[in-house]
């Protein structure tokens, strides 16, 4: 019951999770895209800010520092970005896959669904903690 009221709220228990991110100033990637609700199924247009590993969403395109973040997504619990015109059978459709969920996203053209999707990618691998230091093997070194 809880997690239906923050979503009828509008609420998230994402909404502070931005680890002194200053989302406001210089981020990697900016543009509206139209998301899926969460909990209730439909379709709104969101302004989204890519920056130092974190997908935050607003109402609204001004973003100052006292902006509230309808969301975020840290990438490094991102596992795929891809197109998703077939799935949701919608133009300029993508999918971001979580480990617990797959969000959805429609961008306003072709070339925006590609640039989002190679900036959601390379921002994955760069903070991805997958393969860690200690886990790299340098074959080239002689032991």
């Known amino acids: 019951m ?8 509008g609420q998230t228990n994402q909404l502070d ?11 990697e990637r900016t543009g ?15 302004w989204f800010v890519l920056k130092q590993g974190k997908l935050f969403w607003f109402k609204e395109s001004t973003v ?8 975020v997504i840290p990438v490094a619990s991102c ?4 197109g998703a015109e077939d799935v949701l059978n919608k133009q300029y459709a993508f999918e971001l896959s ?6 959805y996203f429609i961008a306003d053209s072709e070339k ?11 921002s994955i691998v760069q903070h991805s903690r997958s393969v860690t230091d200690s886990e790299i ?7």
């Open 2 to 9: 809880a997690n239906l009221w923050r979503a009828v709220s």
């Open 17 to 27: 999770d931005h680890d002194g991110v200053e989302f406001w100033s210089n981020p």
């Open 32 to 46: 509206w895209l139209t998301k899926q609700g969460q909990y209730i199924k439909t379709w709104r247009r969101r």
């Open 64 to 71: 100052t520092r006292a902006s509230r973040t309808r969301g």
């Open 79 to 82: 596992l795929t970005v891809k």
């Open 98 to 103: 979580l480990r617990t969920e797959t969000m």
């Open 112 to 122: 925006e669904k590609e640039d989002w999707i190679n900036s959601i990618g390379r």
């Open 137 to 143: 093997v340098d074959y080239d070194s002689k032991r």
